[in-house]
């Protein structure tokens, strides 16, 4: 005999069968509708069972038949099953018909792409840091290759990643080198956020002090930052969506994000060089702005004529040297520069990154858009 409730124990049952009922409702209908819609990869009408399967480049749910879901051909890219208008790379990778589309395949091409990303890295960073250009390799390799890599000696303590590589070491003179290997079959702005975080590795393979305790996930993290600044000012939202999802940084990339976006990427730079902790704190953020550089010398401006009022010259021209001690300042056309910054400097109507490697009692030496050419300017007179 069934068992009779009274007050609030029937009202809790009563919105319980509701609650059921309901969610059986709302399952119908979404099989339903599944069985209504075309099947994603065969485009024919799903008259069986349907599977909803993510596409990995858009996030999306997408509508599978129950012949399709059990294809053992799946797109590299997106994840989806293929079966007609397939792209097979010479690694065996399988790319689909709409994936195929624009992917990066030669490795000239992939130099351009490069090569535009390291001057949309000079427009995004130029206050901050200067990306190495002439001392970096970039080839294009195919998963074969990249599985080889990460068993040779030494790549194993370098960057490894799925879509990118890079081993950093010296040349015969002494002068660092960067080979950057990246995934082939990437689409381009993939690629432009790869090679964004291998140029990144080698930044801080010139730029970390030889002191620097920091954890490998830090590193990554703070890559992966740089990537996604740059797809920011890209206007890739996708590729944004991407890096965050990424999990090998074990939590850093969205520390470094919210530090970035806290404290600015000023302060997320020196911590980076001088910093007090190995990683990034979850439980203390605020660490980031404690570094073992503080200036015990107030800084004191010696020159600085009014900015206002300077016409700006066609020639790289010393205006001023301030500050004392290791925070010395120059100011070189419109642009002040610390020793061991680079930045965009105004040049009659036209820009030039000049990059400042030592300040001198009445002249600085600079390097121009690269070049390993020194340059000396003396102070020009008050």
């Known amino acids: 005999m069934p068992t009779l409730l009274a007050g609030r124990d029937a009202c809790r049952y009563t919105s319980d069968v509701k609650r059921s009922f309901v969610i059986v409702v709302e399952a119908f209908s979404l099989v339903a509708n599944l069985q209504a819609q075309r099947c ?52 065996g990778r399988v790319l689909c018909a709409r994936d195929s589309k624009g992917v990066v395949l030669s490795e000239e091409e992939a130099k351009r792409v490069c090569d535009e990303t390291r001057n949309e890295l000079d427009r995004v960073f130029s206050r901050f ?6 001392n970096v390799a970039i080839t294009l390799a195919d998963k074969v290759h990249m599985e080889q890599l ?20 010296p040349d015969e003179q002494g002068n660092t ?3 950057v290997s ?26 970390l002090p030889e002191d620097r305790q920091l954890s490998a996930d830090a590193a990554e993290g703070f890559c992966e930052l740089v990537a996604f600044r740059l797809m920011a000012h890209l206007g890739q939202e996708q590729e944004q969506k991407v890096i965050k999802k990424n999990r090998y940084t074990r939590g850093q990339i969205d520390l470094f994000l919210e530090a970035d976006r806290q404290f600015g990427f000023y302060t997320v730079l020196q911590w980076m060089k001088s910093g007090l902790d190995a990683r990034m704190a979850e439980t203390d953020l605020d660490r980031v702005r404690q570094t073992k550089f503080k200036p015990s010398i107030p800084i004191e401006v010696t020159y600085f004529p009014p900015q206002e009022t300077m016409p700006v010259p066609d020639v790289l021209t010393l205006f001023g040297i301030s500050g004392i001690g290791p925070r010395r300042l120059v100011l070189i056309n419109d642009r002040a520069l610390v020793a061991g910054e680079s930045g965009k400097v105004r040049v009659g109507k036209s820009n030039v990154v000049v990059r400042c490697l030592e300040i001198r009692d009445n002249s600085v030496l600079i390097e121009i858009g690269g070049s390993s050419d020194k340059q000396e300017l003396l102070l020009r007179p008050k």
């Open 177 to 179: 080198r960067h080979t």
């Open 40 to 91: 994603t990869v065969c485009n024919l009408p799903v008259s069986g069972t349907a599977y909803l399967m993510t596409d990995r480049v858009t996030e999306e749910e997408r509508v599978v038949c129950d012949q399709c879901a059990v294809l053992s051909t799946r797109c590299f890219l997106c994840g989806l099953p293929v079966k007609d208008d397939l792209t097979q790379l010479g690694d």
């Open 182 to 207: 990246l995934l082939s079959g990437l689409p381009k702005a993939r690629l432009m956020a790869v090679c964004a975080h291998e140029m990144s590795h080698a930044w801080l393979n010139e730029n």
């Open 129 to 134: 840091m200067a990306f190495p250009a002439t």
């Open 150 to 169: 990460f068993q040779t000696p030494g790549f194993e303590r370098q960057c490894p990643s799925i879509f990118g590589y890079i081993k950093s070491r």
